[in-house]
């Protein structure tokens, strides 16, 4: 018997189970489909005769601005060329992203500050069964994320008269294997500190970082970057899960479907690695504070 | 069942344990003791998997122990000092007890739980919130956590420490019930006189070494100076006390009321000398006892009072 599967799946099914019925993940699901409403209700809005008009609606000129400054103008096409969806599917999971990956990430640290993960540790169980049942429950979470979002997409899309492009769909494949990278950052992150609020800092740190590298190669200091710091940024990109989802949303905007397939693959093996990391730094460290 | 050959834990330039060899016996009750800082939770943590050691090695069931041996750790049920509610408040203690038979994977799980449950008479509160259990009930349900998958081996960190005197009996009837049946019992506690009244071996580490690894009875005669004979009489007639003393093997002799305080080197057995003597003087023995050092007192000569001196006492520091 593997033990330690064993050990993992029944930590996993308690830890759904007490997702479930936890206020936190409904509360997040409702913020998510809350915020998608409002992104396609206001690009509804901003449809007129001649088409998309953003200056129709006050948030999203603001939206559009701002994207069009940090990002340029063809990324902003880029986005809105099916829809509203695309950009949707963006502001309802990324939050719901984070708000899973810290909860995760904070339970990790209470759990081993008030011994409760040694005491998993007795038994035929070690800190490793319990980090990946939680990735286990992160996973199983993101997936009913996701289905519901397309559900609520789907019907908004019948309603307004909208449709979801492939891009959307190529996206939202996408954005599951990108959940996973970042909820292996989040494992690494618990693992490497001694409490949930050092956790939680180290994980946003992470988080920001490969978000700002990433805006970096599209802003006007692009050039600063890749010039600075060749090898270093040659580094970072191979090890960031944004870096991943740029590509494969590159790969389909050129047709490239196994450079899409690739970045997922690649985005997998990064999550793997983290895992395999963090199971290593365990073992050393121990699940005693 | 568990033998440890030299095993040592280093933390930086500090050695918390020095070249500890323990041998714990199936069946056996065997009291881990040792002051705060002695090395006691480490070696311990050790035993469990939780740490591993520098130096040294851990045979368990006979088999080379590494905390990634999940296997054996199966074979062990713990129960720590502080019980963690944790990710466990909103459970009943009953759907806590079902979390850790679905790790175990403990068969006939609810009748199993329902049995030990009653053994701790908590079978009243099985359907409560573990968040709003006493410290006494925690105990006791970390206890029947610990016998769920019916281990080999029971650890027991301080079980009675902040338990009401019956808590403490029905605590203490629970280890001896589950030695009876057979179990090994690894018990470590600061209260000496309960590890006296249940342990048949005894190990006292000090200082990071193993000061002394025994019988209980053969431990407390090794560690007591002399010997006291308390022989009660009738009354005391006078000049007995000076006449007692004159004998070869007697250091001293004091009274108390009617008893006689006879102190005689730890070797030796002077019980019938004493007899014959005070029969021979038509004086007759109304009761004879030796009094024994407590484990407590033990405890005290060895970690504080003869360190050095009885770095040799157990033979296996």
Same mark, same amino acid.
């Given at each position: 018997m593997n033990y330690r599967l064993n050990s993992t799946g029944a930590i996993a099914k308690r830890k759904i189970f007490e997702t479930f019925i936890s206020p936190g993940f409904y509360i997040a699901l409702?913020?998510?489909?809350?915020?998608?409403?409002?992104?396609?209700?206001?690009?509804?809005?901003?449809?007129?005769?001649?088409?998309?008009? =953003?200056?129709?609606?006050?948030?999203?000129?603001?939206?559009?601005?701002?994207?069009?400054?940090?990002?340029?103008?063809? @990324?902003?096409?880029?986005?809105?060329?099916?829809g509203p969806y695309l950009f949707a599917l963006f502001?309802? @999971?990324i939050p719901f992203l984070f708000y899973l990956a810290i909860s995760s990430v904070f339970k990790f640290g209470f759990e081993k500050k008030v011994g409760a993960l040694e005491l998993i540790t007795y038994g035929p169980a070690d800190g490793t069964s319990y980090f990946l049942a939680s990735f286990v429950k992160d996973m199983v979470f993101t997936l009913i994320y996701l289905m519901v979002l397309l559900v609520f997409f789907f019907v908004s899309a019948l309603i307004n008269n909208l449709v979801l492009g492939p891009m959307f769909? =190529?996206?939202?494949?996408?954005?599951?294997?990108?959940? @996973?990278a970042f909820y292996g950052y989040g494992?690494?992150?618990?693992?490497?500190?001694?409490?949930?609020?050092?956790?939680?800092?180290?994980?946003?740190?992470?988080?920001?970082? @490969?978000?700002?590298?990433?805006?970096?190669?599209?802003?006007?200091?692009?050039?600063?970057?890749?010039n600075l710091s060749t090898v270093l940024a040659w580094i970072i990109k191979w090890i960031s899960p944004v870096f991943y989802l740029d590509l494969g949303m590159s790969s389909i905007g050129y047709g490239n479907v196994p450079m899409y397939l690739l970045s997922m693959l690649l985005l997998l093996v990064l999550t793997g690695g983290l895992l395999l990391i963090s199971h290593l730094i365990l073992k050393v460290r121990g699940v005693r504070v | 069942m568990i033998v440890t050959k030299d095993l040592t834990k280093q933390y930086g330039n500090f050695i918390a344990v020095d070249k500890v060899n323990l041998n714990i016996q199936p069946g056996e009750i065997y009291g881990f003791l040792g002051p705060n800082g002695a090395g006691k939770t480490s070696t311990i943590m050790m035993l469990l998997g939780i740490i591993s050691p520098t130096s040294g090695e851990i045979e368990l069931f006979g088999e080379r122990y590494t905390p990634s041996r999940l296997d054996l750790r199966k074979r062990i049920g713990v129960v720590p000092e502080k019980h963690?509610?944790?990710?466990?408040?909103?459970?009943?203690?009953?759907?806590?007890?079902? &979390? $850790?038979?679905?790790? $175990?994977?403990?068969?006939?799980a609810e009748d199993r739980i329902m049995n030990l449950l009653s053994q701790v008479n908590l079978a009243d509160v099985a359907n409560k919130k573990i968040s709003e259990f006493?410290?006494?009930?925690?105990?006791?349900?970390? !206890?029947?956590?610990?016998?769920?998958?019916d281990p080999d081996i029971l650890f027991l960190d301080e079980p009675i420490s902040g338990l009401d005197p019956i808590g403490i009996k029905q605590v203490r009837d629970l280890i001896i019930s589950e030695n009876r049946e057979g179990r090994t019992i690894f018990v470590s506690s600061h209260l000496?006189?309960?590890?006296?009244?249940?342990?048949?071996?005894?190990?006292? !580490? &000090?200082?990071?070494?193993?000061?002394?690894? /025994?019988?209980?009875d053969k431990?407390?005669?090794?560690?007591?100076?002399?010997?006291? !004979?308390?022989?009660?009489?009738?009354?005391?007639?006078?000049?007995?006390?000076?006449?007692?003393?004159?004998? /070869? $093997?007697?250091? /001293?002799?004091?009274?108390?009321?009617n008893r006689l305080k006879i102190k005689v080197p730890k070797e030796g057995d002077y019980r019938k000398n004493l007899s014959e003597f005070l029969i021979k003087r038509n004086l007759i023995p109304i009761q004879l006892k030796e009094r024994s050092i407590s484990l407590e007192e033990a405890f005290v000569t060895i970690t504080q009072d003869n360190v050095e001196m009885l770095a040799g006492v157990g033979g296996e520091a």
């Amino acid at each position: 018997m593997n033990y330690r599967l064993n050990s993992t799946g029944a930590i996993a099914k308690r830890k759904i189970f007490e997702t479930f019925i936890s206020p936190g993940f409904y509360i997040a699901l409702s913020i998510g489909l809350l915020l998608g409403y409002f992104v396609i209700g206001g690009f509804v809005d901003s449809i007129d005769s001649s088409g998309l008009n =953003y200056s129709l609606n006050s948030i999203y000129e603001l939206i559009a601005r701002s994207l069009s400054g940090a990002f340029g103008e063809t @990324f902003v096409i880029k986005l809105f060329a099916e829809g509203p969806y695309l950009f949707a599917l963006f502001v309802s @999971f990324i939050p719901f992203l984070f708000y899973l990956a810290i909860s995760s990430v904070f339970k990790f640290g209470f759990e081993k500050k008030v011994g409760a993960l040694e005491l998993i540790t007795y038994g035929p169980a070690d800190g490793t069964s319990y980090f990946l049942a939680s990735f286990v429950k992160d996973m199983v979470f993101t997936l009913i994320y996701l289905m519901v979002l397309l559900v609520f997409f789907f019907v908004s899309a019948l309603i307004n008269n909208l449709v979801l492009g492939p891009m959307f769909f =190529y996206t939202t494949v996408m954005m599951i294997f990108l959940s @996973f990278a970042f909820y292996g950052y989040g494992v690494v992150s618990s693992v490497l500190t001694d409490t949930a609020s050092s956790a939680i800092a180290l994980f946003l740190g992470i988080a920001l970082f @490969f978000l700002i590298i990433q805006m970096g190669s599209f802003t006007i200091v692009s050039g600063y970057v890749r010039n600075l710091s060749t090898v270093l940024a040659w580094i970072i990109k191979w090890i960031s899960p944004v870096f991943y989802l740029d590509l494969g949303m590159s790969s389909i905007g050129y047709g490239n479907v196994p450079m899409y397939l690739l970045s997922m693959l690649l985005l997998l093996v990064l999550t793997g690695g983290l895992l395999l990391i963090s199971h290593l730094i365990l073992k050393v460290r121990g699940v005693r504070v | 069942m568990i033998v440890t050959k030299d095993l040592t834990k280093q933390y930086g330039n500090f050695i918390a344990v020095d070249k500890v060899n323990l041998n714990i016996q199936p069946g056996e009750i065997y009291g881990f003791l040792g002051p705060n800082g002695a090395g006691k939770t480490s070696t311990i943590m050790m035993l469990l998997g939780i740490i591993s050691p520098t130096s040294g090695e851990i045979e368990l069931f006979g088999e080379r122990y590494t905390p990634s041996r999940l296997d054996l750790r199966k074979r062990i049920g713990v129960v720590p000092e502080k019980h963690p509610v944790g990710m466990w408040a909103w459970m009943t203690a009953v759907e806590y007890l079902k &979390f $850790f038979a679905d790790m $175990f994977v403990v068969e006939n799980a609810e009748d199993r739980i329902m049995n030990l449950l009653s053994q701790v008479n908590l079978a009243d509160v099985a359907n409560k919130k573990i968040s709003e259990f006493s410290r006494g009930m925690l105990q006791k349900l970390s !206890i029947v956590r610990a016998l769920l998958h019916d281990p080999d081996i029971l650890f027991l960190d301080e079980p009675i420490s902040g338990l009401d005197p019956i808590g403490i009996k029905q605590v203490r009837d629970l280890i001896i019930s589950e030695n009876r049946e057979g179990r090994t019992i690894f018990v470590s506690s600061h209260l000496l006189s309960e590890m006296e009244k249940i342990c048949h071996r005894v190990a006292i !580490i &000090f200082r990071g070494k193993l000061m002394a690894e /025994d019988r209980m009875d053969k431990l407390l005669l090794k560690l007591s100076r002399d010997r006291e !004979i308390h022989i009660d009489l009738e009354e005391i007639p006078e000049g007995i006390v000076e006449n007692i003393r004159k004998l /070869d $093997f007697v250091i /001293d002799v004091s009274t108390e009321k009617n008893r006689l305080k006879i102190k005689v080197p730890k070797e030796g057995d002077y019980r019938k000398n004493l007899s014959e003597f005070l029969i021979k003087r038509n004086l007759i023995p109304i009761q004879l006892k030796e009094r024994s050092i407590s484990l407590e007192e033990a405890f005290v000569t060895i970690t504080q009072d003869n360190v050095e001196m009885l770095a040799g006492v157990g033979g296996e520091a």
